[in-house]
């Protein structure tokens, strides 16, 4: 069946440094893609999102890469800083009806 | 402040005590979904609603109930819970199911049913 996967369920950095999340997607159909934060004792927080028209999406610190032949995503965040210790998850869908979301990888920013 | 704001935030309960999650949305938005989340599985649905008076089966639905009688609220029922229904819950929602529409989550309840 189609599946939403993350590579990776732990990603520790010293902070400052640039992190890479990554995200494996196997559904073909889906054209829409999010990325979402999930800080402990609270719930998801849409971080950014790309539509499979687009191979890059920039925000603030961070960075959505879509690669669609090898139905891969990630979610660059520059300069990591201890706020951003969380545990990460991308998400596919084709509308919000459909979304799928991976188990999720937590980043652990190290001082 | 607009948010998603789901009551209780920990409950434990026993096997077969009905219990109602409660979900409510100050952001006027039409759609609104409850999740459950499990370690290793990611969110999964449980129901979903696009409008008052209309709601549908996500993934997961046995053993849940919804409705949406406001369009604010959007409550979560068991009737009979059972031990593997203790999870974290989410409630979101979204003023469409349009692709720039995210979703807004709450912070969760954690139900733990013995």
């Known amino acids: 069946g189609e599946s939403v996967g993350l590579h990776l369920p732990t990603l520790s950095v010293q902070e400052g440094d640039n992190s890479i999340i990554n995200c494996a997607y196997s559904n073909s159909a889906s054209d829409y893609f999010i990325w979402y934060k999930q800080e402990s004792g609270k719930g998801p927080q849409f971080i950014i999102d790309i539509r499979s028209n687009m191979d890059k999406r920039q925000g603030q610190r961070v960075t959505v890469l879509l690669n669609k032949t090898v139905k891969h995503l990630s979610l660059q965040i520059a300069a990591t800083q201890p706020g951003d210790s969380a545990v990460y998850f991308c998400?596919?869908?084709?509308?919000?009806?459909?979304?799928?979301f991976g188990a999720g990888t937590r980043l652990t920013v190290k001082p | 402040e607009a948010q998603v704001t789901q009551n209780p935030r920990y409950l434990i309960t026993v096997t077969g005590k009905k219990l109602t999650v409660t979900c409510s949305q100050n952001?006027?938005?039409?759609?609104m979904s409850w999740y459950r989340q499990d370690p290793g599985l990611g969110l999964r649905q449980i129901y979903y609603?696009?409008?008052?008076?209309?709601?549908d089966k996500g993934d997961v639905p046995e053993g849940y109930k919804v409705s949406r009688k406001e369009k604010r609220n959007f409550p979560l029922i068991l009737e009979s819970p059972s031990p593997n229904q203790t999870s974290l819950y989410f409630c979101?929602?979204?003023?469409?199911?349009?692709?720039?529409?995210?979703?807004?989550f709450g912070n969760g309840t954690r139900l733990t049913v013995t």
């Open positions: 609603s696009m409008n008052v008076e209309v709601t």
């Open positions: 979101a929602s979204s003023s469409s199911m349009a692709y720039n529409s995210p979703l807004h």
């Open positions: 952001m006027n938005h039409e759609y």
């Open positions: 998400a596919e869908t084709r509308n919000n009806n459909d979304m799928r």
